[in-house]
Nanobody
Framework: QVQLAESGGGLVQPGGSLRLSCVASEFTFTNYYMNWVRQAPGKGLEWVAD????????YYADSVKGRFTISRDNAKNTVYLQMDNLKSDDTALYYCARGSAARSGLDIWGKGTLVTVSS
């Protein structure tokens, strides 16, 4: 079954760091862009970052640029999101999703991992 499984969320203080992971299964991982998308409590979906198939090209939302880093390990079918200097506004459910092209065609989503930034 084609699926994505996120992990690594938790409670962190403002200014802290977390690394999220997303493991892909039952599809050819290297054929797809990978994305991170988040949903804060009571708000809509916000696209966060994506990475191309080789891992050499990345793109970020302005709200996380300079603080978050997306990467992928194609040998492990895994995409990561390193989150540094976290702020309370980063509190959200974080999803990974595969895409057929840059920031588009998101068709398979994980169930999400919750990140809470609070003192």
């Amino acid at each position: 079954q084609v699926q994505l499984a996120e992990s690594g969320g938790g409670l962190v203080q403002p200014g802290g760091s977390l690394r999220l992971s997303c493991v892909a299964s039952e599809f050819t991982f290297t054929n797809y862009y990978m994305n991170w998308v988040r949903q804060a409590p009571g708000k809509g979906l916000e696209w966060v970052a994506d990475i191309n198939t080789s891992g050499l090209s990345t793109y970020y939302a302005d709200s996380v640029k300079g603080r978050f880093t997306i990467s992928r390990d194609n040998a492990k079918n895994t995409v990561y999101l390193q989150m540094d200097n976290l702020k309370s506004d980063d509190t959200a459910l974080y999803y990974c999703a595969r895409g057929s092209a840059a920031r588009s065609g998101l068709d398979i989503w994980g169930k999400g991992t919750l990140v809470t930034v609070s003192s």
